[in-house]
């Protein structure tokens, strides 16, 4: 009854930008934390970035500086806005949200991931 959609991903020249989003829909009672991950071929799945329900934000050493992560908890969104890409950048990038649903349980949900290609 929960879900996570992103958008946003596409093919981009190094030094560009894009701007990834996530929302999530369904019998949600509350969200704690949202981030975002991402793998490359031949990589393990690594955090990019996260934001509490309070605006605490967390980056890895690779992005900082050049990715911003916001929240709109009205719409339940999460968005990761990309500039100065690199081709290191490209993997898939995937959605994450720990929540509480509307019955009670608590876990982890995780979007389908959207593809990022930057190129030299």
């Known amino acids: 009854q929960v879900q996570l959609v992103e958008s946003g991903g596409g093919l981009v020249q190094a030094g560009g930008s894009l701007r990834l989003s996530c929302a999530a829909s369904?019998?949600?009672?509350?969200?704690?934390?949202m981030g975002w991950f991402r793998q490359a071929p031949g990589k393990q799945r690594e955090l990019v970035a996260d934001?509490?329900?309070?605006?605490?934000?967390n980056y890895a050493d690779s992005v900082k500086g050049r990715f911003t992560i916001s929240r709109d908890n009205a719409k339940n969104t999460v968005y990761l806005q990309m500039n100065s890409l690199k081709p290191e950048d490209t993997a898939v990038y995937y959605c994450?949200?720990?929540?509480?649903?509307?019955?009670?349980?608590?876990?982890?949900?995780w979007g389908q991931g959207t593809q990022v290609t930057v190129s030299s």
């Open positions: 369904g019998s949600i009672f509350s969200i704690n934390t």
């Open positions: 994450n949200a720990y929540l509480e649903e509307t019955t009670g349980w608590v876990g982890d949900y």
């Open positions: 934001i509490t329900s309070g605006g605490s934000t």
